[in-house]
């Protein structure tokens, strides 16, 4: 319904009920057996709740005025799928010296771990205190106020697929 895109509420609305809804599918045909204050989900079924709480967190969270910017961001995600609306929804921390996804937690935090974390459209980098040597090796130089620079100016990380996002230092 294209009507509906113009209105941030009605689409915070419809993707609640249909959230609302496949638990509810769920609880009437698949978990019969269950208290009926208590339901326990599959394993695909666990984090939808709040994927459609970080779905509606994020719509209502890019500031957007006008009912073409809405148009714009609901036809983007729709376009990106499943593993797409992920990414949008639930951030990510890369450990850029391995490139590997790690559990978004403080103990992810290592002293010499040089973090990025991509959140939608925006990515914050932490640097720890990591060594020259791997600054260099990462940025082509250790001088912070260049690596600032450097990031502000369109850097894109190595390993790090995206389209067009913004990154900061933190």
């Known amino acids: 319904d294209r009507k509906m895109l113009e209105d941030p509420k009605r689409v915070k609305g419809a993707v609640t009920d249909a959230c609302v809804s496949v638990l509810y599918a769920y609880r009437k045909y698949c978990a019969t057996s269950s208290s009926t204050g208590q339901l326990i989900l599959p394993e695909a079924l666990k984090l939808m709740p709040l994927a459609t709480l970080g779905f509606c967190k994020r719509w209502t969270a890019t500031g957007m005025q006008h009912p073409s910017e809405w148009q ?99």
């Open 72 to 170: 714009t961001l609901a036809a983007q995600l729709a376009a990106t799928g499943i593993e797409g609306l992920g990414r949008e929804v639930v951030p990510r921390l890369v450990n850029l010296a391995t490139r590997e996804v790690v559990t978004c937690s403080a103990d992810a935090m290592e002293d010499e771990a040089v973090l990025l974390l991509l959140e939608g459209d925006v990515g914050y980098l932490w640097l720890g205190t990591t060594s020259f040597q791997a600054q260099e090796q990462l940025f082509g130089h250790a001088d912070a106020q260049r690596i600032q620079a450097l990031v502000a100016g369109g850097w894109t990380p190595p390993g790090v697929a995206g389209g067009n996002r913004t990154y900061f230092v933190a």
